[in-house]
């Protein structure tokens, strides 16, 4: 009788390889850094793959949908934005406990930490930027009804919803008292602006959700889990909270000025040439951002505290809803 390995929390390796056909037992380790769906490397001794899942517990409605995360990764396949491949979509949760996916294992660096992105010279780390504002731009530049994706997502009213949507998930999350946080859902949901023009959006697009290869290229987008068809501009309202200084430091491990990227200035403008869009509005999507980062971080300090969590790191992510929700407020004063 095979034996199967032992396997982190949110895969069952007996069943899987029952799904999967595979002839060896299989192998499973869990991805760190993610804080929302589970990413594990899972491999039969031959082959390689990536899985991805929901979280443990307290899945929030409309939120980690793997069926639209393999659809929007299949579809652009065939487009200037670069993404893994995808095998395989299982939404039987009899499987795992819920639906999942397998993809291609893309070689390459993610750069989490500040440590890292330190070992960047100023030049690597200027085309590193760059190369993160020019696939942004690719990525709102694709036609969705090009690609199939005509129906992903409702672009007339998106910002609302949007600010909507994050007013939902923290009352679904809400444990404690937050200063600010419904000040900042007021004022966003009271000064909205207009869309300029709908585009394919990543969601939740920075520095640690790409996979860099070896001559500094970025070889794949990942975490998927967010994309739609909305506003471009929430790509980098968002982007801009994770890279330029202040905020940065705190949420994405500092690869931002401090670490020798360009500034948010020469990269917005970057953006705004290949894009034509006006970015006058900005400061409200930055504020959208950090309001949106704040009910995640939320979200996953709820599950911390619920022992729903997998991996570690957790125990400081209810540390940062405060600053980020500062943060939205400052964003907003900036802009009006």
Known sequence: MIQTPAAPPGVDLRRLRAFLGSAGPLRAELIAGGRSNLTYVVTDGANEWVLR???LGHVLATAHDMAREHRVLSALAATPVPVPKTYILCINPDVLGAPFYLMEKVEGT????????ER????????????????LAALHGVDPGAVGLDDFGRPAGFLDRQVRRWQRQL????????????????????????????????????IDNVIVGPDDAITAVVDWEMATLGDPLCDLGLFDVYMDGGIAE???????????????????????????????????????GCFKLAVIS????????RGQTVGEGFAEIGDMVAPLVAAGLERLRLGS
């Open 53 to 55: 899942r929901p979280p």
């Open 298 to 305: 939320e979200g996953i300090h709820y599950r911390f505290l």
């Open 250 to 288: 705190m949420v994405a491990g500092a690869p931002g000025p401090a670490t020798g990227f360009p500034p948010g200035t020469r990269l917005r403008a970057r953006y705004a040439a290949a894009t034509g869009l006006d970015l006058t509005p900005l400061p409200w999507y930055e504020a959208l």
């Open 120 to 135: 960047l010279a100023a030049e690597r780390a200027t085309a590193l930027a760059h190369e993160l504002i020019d696939v």
């Open 171 to 206: 009352a679904a999350s809400r444990s404690r008292e937050i200063a600010g946080i419904d000040e900042l859902s007021d004022a966003l949901a009271g000064s909205v602006p207009a869309t300029q023009r709908p585009a394919i959006v990543h969601g939740d697009y920075k």
């Open 110 to 117: 993610v750069y989490r930490t500040a440590e890292q992105t």
